[in-house]
């Protein structure tokens, strides 16, 4: 990946005004929890969102970013911000009542500890043109980034109908609102979006009214192929492995499918796992995989490296981009990158004003 990839923030603050590392760190001064929360969180500040509103893509290539769980951001050469499942929430706990991975195991409630850290602002955008959500569950229809984007941007909202009867419940604009299910197409700006099927069975539990029945699937999750000039990129959501979707791998040419893997506890099916994984991909005819959820919470958490394992074992033409929260690539640029890496900002270190071993910068006339 090239070090112009990155965008540069201001090294003497984080976008707030906060001197993280320097005179407001190591000074004594009031502080209550208020003002504990503002300068702590987000983790990263605002330095992702100054990175997305920056940041201009190259023709021919597609800007991708890594929130971490199933939040994504895409864009274009001309400019386009889309978000997909973004999610800005917190740990949390489901019950019986609602949620469809306690009715497949009969847990009463389940806890979800989460594990990575915020590293955007859903305030703090400064374009967003869509924001697309593949199902109802909290982590990919969120009402902290529904809330923020209705009243911080004018970008549409959508998604299948479980979803949008929680953007509905949030108090996102009906005439902002865009109810899709499979078969159908957005133009959205300069990229061309497919709605396609998305088999994931526990959307079907959760919030279904009668023990024993599902929402039908098209109701409950959708996928999105987005056709852009860079690749076309299929977001699956939540899904589980389904013999059907060896008919969307007839049908479209994916280069890159993003869906979750993780670990099931004994008696619980809600992630795919490695083989799982592999199967999907096979059935698509997808060229490359990344992964979420493995990072999400404690209860799923898995080792990503065992779907290397899996497809190096199986078909060493399939490859995974291992990504880290907060990560930015750039596509089909990127499409062999591997394991991410954050950036060291090494072009930043000056060994010639070195206090150890140069001249210090003061006395070079270079203090700042």
């Known amino acids: 990946m090239n070090d112009d990839t990155f965008v540069q923030a201001d090294p003497k603050n984080d976008g707030r005004g906060i001197m993280r590392g320097g005179y407001l760190l190591h000074q004594d001064r009031p502080m209550d929890e208020t003002l504990w929360k503002e ?8 330095y ?10 190259e023709k021919g290539q597609v800007r991708l970013w ?6 994504f951001c895409i864009k274009t050469s001309k400019g386009s911000v889309f978000l997909v499942d973004s999610f800005a929430g917190p740990a949390h706990y489901t019950e019986y009542e609602d949620c469809g991975v306690c009715r497949t195991t ?41 809330k923020a984007l209705t009243q911080t941007t004018n970008c549409r909202f959508v998604g299948p109908l479980s979803a949008v009867e929680r953007m509905r419940v949030f108090g996102a604009p009906e005439e902002r609102i865009d109810l899709v299910q499979p078969g159908q197409t957005i133009q959205a700006n300069d990229v061309e979006i497919e709605v396609v099927e998305n088999l994931d ?68 099916k809600d992630k795919p796992t490695p083989y799982d994984a592999y199967m999907i991909m096979e059935a698509l005819g997808a060229k490359r995989f990344i992964p979420f959820h493995w990072e999400t919470w404690g209860n799923v958490a898995s080792d990503p490296g065992e779907v290397e394992w899996v497809f190096a074992k199986r078909n060493p033409s399939m490859k995974m981009l291992l990504l880290q929260p907060g990560a930015m690539i750039t596509y089909p640029r990127d499409r062999d990158l591997g394991r991410y890496q954050h950036p060291n900002f090494a072009e930043n270190y000056r060994p010639e004003f070195s206090w150890e071993y140069g001249k210090p910068a003061r006395e070079a006339g270079e203090f700042r």
């Not at 300068?39 to 605002?46: D, I, M, R, V």
């Not at 992702?48 to 893509?57: D, G, K, L, P, Y």
């Not at 890594?66 to 939040?71: D, L, Y």
């Not at 990575?116 to 009402?143: L, M």
Request: glycine content about 10%; charged content about 15%; some cysteine.
């Open 39 to 46: 300068e702590c969180f987000p983790e990263w500040g605002h």
């Open 106 to 146: 009969g847990a009463p409630t389940i806890n979800w500890f989460r594990l990575y850290p915020q590293v955007f602002n859903p305030w703090r955008f400064e374009r967003v043109d869509y924001s697309f959500c593949t199902h109802q569950h909290a982590d990919h229809c969120d009402i902290y980034s529904v």
């Open 66 to 71: 890594w929130f971490g769980a199933g939040s």
């Open 201 to 268: 069975v526990i959307a079907t539990l959760t919030g279904a009214k009668t023990p024993g029945q599902r929402r039908p699937f098209g109701e409950v999750a959708v996928g999105f192929l987005f056709k852009t000039e860079g690749a076309n990129i299929l977001f699956l959501g939540d899904t589980l492995y389904h013999n059907a979707y060896v008919t969307l791998g007839k049908k479209y040419d994916i280069d890159l499918a993003i869906f979750n893997i993780g670990n099931n506890a004994p008696g619980g």
């Open 48 to 57: 992702i969102n100054r990175q997305i509103a920056t940041t201009e893509v």
